[in-house]
């Protein structure tokens, strides 16, 4: 089982960008499917993007066409790239592993606000 670690979250303005970066902890390679999560307050955690292990990527349908997410297995690190960024968008950011097992991150808090 890996850890993961996010970074890349903050304060930006509507129609801003943020990039999230999930850093594992062990190769990631072989692990089928890496997604971002989200959760914001008084809200379930909902699935933002996934990509899995030949590539393939599924989004949710409040953020297609606004973030891309990418994983880079040579540094064991998946992306997530947000762009024209919403209030709405506002939550703590949560990264995943699925494989045999199931791992999460502590989360990174993202805050879109003017």
């Known amino acids: 089982q890996v850890q993961l670690v996010e970074s890349g979250g903050g304060l930006v303005q509507p129609g801003g960008s943020l990039r999230l970066s999930c850093a594992a902890s062990?190769?990631?390679?072989?692990?089928?499917?890496m997604g971002w999560y989200r959760q914001a307050p008084g809200k379930e955690r909902e699935m933002v993007a996934v990509?899995?292990?030949?590539?393939?990527?599924n989004y949710a349908d409040f953020v297609k066409g606004r973030f891309t997410i990418s994983r880079d297995n040579a540094k064991n690190t998946v992306y997530l790239q947000m762009n024209s960024l919403k209030p709405e968008d506002t939550a703590v950011y949560y990264c995943?592993?699925?494989?045999?097992?199931?791992?999460w991150g502590r989360g990174t808090q993202v805050t879109v606000s003017s």
């Open positions: 995943n592993a699925d494989d045999y097992f199931d791992a």
């Open positions: 062990g190769s990631i390679a072989s692990i089928y499917a």
């Open positions: 990509i899995v292990r030949g590539g393939v990527t």
